[in-house]
């Protein structure tokens, strides 16, 4: 699926900008979409995006963000999310951002 893909090229090339200190928005937006009452799809998506990007770059990166990140992957985790697919991009999302 088309999301899927879109999480993952968005990793990819944040793990080329957040270095950089490049796309400084990002984190905050893909946090914001989980938090803030997006659709599925684009609250799915984000916490992919989330999960791939705490996968792919070094934590030390993305360290001053890992409260958001992680409050955004406990929110998409609750039990109030009837979601099932969201429930499972959180998990997988908590998994990959284990390090920082």
């Known amino acids: 699926q088309a999301r899927h893909t879109a999480a993952q090229v968005v990793a ?5 900008e957040l270095p950089l ?4 928005d990002l984190i905050d937006s893909l946090t914001a979409n989980v938090t803030t009452g997006g659709t599925d799809h684009i609250k799915q998506s984000s916490l ?3 999960g791939y990007i705490c996968e792919e770059i070094e934590p030390s ?3 001053m963000k890992s409260n958001q990140v992680l409050t955004a992957v406990v929110q ?4 109030e999310e009837v979601n099932s697919e969201i429930r499972y ?12």
Request: net charge neutral; charged share 20%.
């Open 61 to 63: 990166v993305i360290q």
């Open 76 to 79: 998409g985790m609750r039990k």
């Open 89 to 100: 991009a959180a998990t997988t999302a908590l998994n990959n951002a284990l390090e920082f």
């Open 12 to 16: 990819k090339v944040a793990a080329i």
């Open 21 to 24: 200190n490049e796309w400084a």
């Open 48 to 50: 992919e995006a989330l």
